[in-house]
């Protein structure tokens, strides 16, 4: 059974950065595509980033280009967003996502079959 835990959020001010990683466990990641997603308070949870585990391509919604950055260390099957210039609007929980055999820029909730329990990111203005 695949389990993936995150870590890493946190309080920030604008303009500022975090790292979250999300630690995968339970399997064999190369036929996987590892995501992150969001939800703030109201909203419905939208896709943020992925990543191929086996290609290393990366993925990402427009909001976030130039700003996020997804990556992952399979020695450590660990994958990471590295959060830059952080905007009030990024206040959200974050949550890392795999799905197996779909391609790595699915965007769709509904195709990842494993979700981490979430980590809170708050960004003050």
């Known amino acids: 059974q695949v389990q993936l835990v995150e870590s890493g959020g946190g309080l920030v001010q604008a303009g500022g950065s975090l790292r979250l990683s999300c630690a995968a466990s339970?399997?064999?990641?190369?036929?996987?595509?590892l995501g992150w997603f969001r939800q703030a308070p109201g909203k419905e949870r939208e896709y943020v980033a992925s990543i191929s585990w086996i290609s290393g391509r990366t993925y990402y919604r427009d909001s976030v280009k130039g700003r996020f950055t997804i990556s992952r260390d399979s020695a450590k099957n660990t994958v990471y967003l590295q959060l830059n210039s952080l905007k009030p609007e990024d206040t959200a929980i974050y949550y890392c996502?795999?799905?197996?055999?779909?391609?790595?820029?699915?965007?769709?909730?509904?195709?990842?079959?494993?979700w981490g329990q979430g980590t809170q990111v708050t960004v003050s203005s």
């Open positions: 996502a795999a799905g197996f055999r779909i391609d790595g820029g699915s965007t769709r909730v509904y195709d990842y079959a494993y």
């Open positions: 339970g399997g064999t990641f190369s036929g996987y595509a």
